[in-house]
């Protein structure tokens, strides 16, 4: 399994592989900041600048992208917490 994301409409799909600290520094160099994750979604998330329909893609998936799972609380304790090493706090 691997970890896909969108950075909202306008974004391609794309994979931080395992690496959770690959995706942390995409969402902060996105913009997103760990405190700023307002709700998570079946498959992703909103923070400022992604809401609504605009929101971030992020699940487990297959090797072609196709969604295989979301992330558990675990996964999403990682998010965040690779978003606060990415920011360099």
Known sequence: ???????????EY???DEDFDALGLALFEAGVRGADIDSWTELGL???????Q???SLYWGD????PLRALD???RRNVHDAIIRASGL
């Open 14 to 16: 794309e994979t931080a």
């Open 1 to 11: 399994m691997k970890l896909w994301y969108r950075l909202g409409d306008a974004g």
């Open 73 to 75: 609380e675990h996964d």
């Open 46 to 52: 909103r923070a400022p600048g992604f809401e609504g």
């Open 63 to 66: 090797d072609e992208g196709g």
């Open 54 to 56: 605009n929101y971030i």
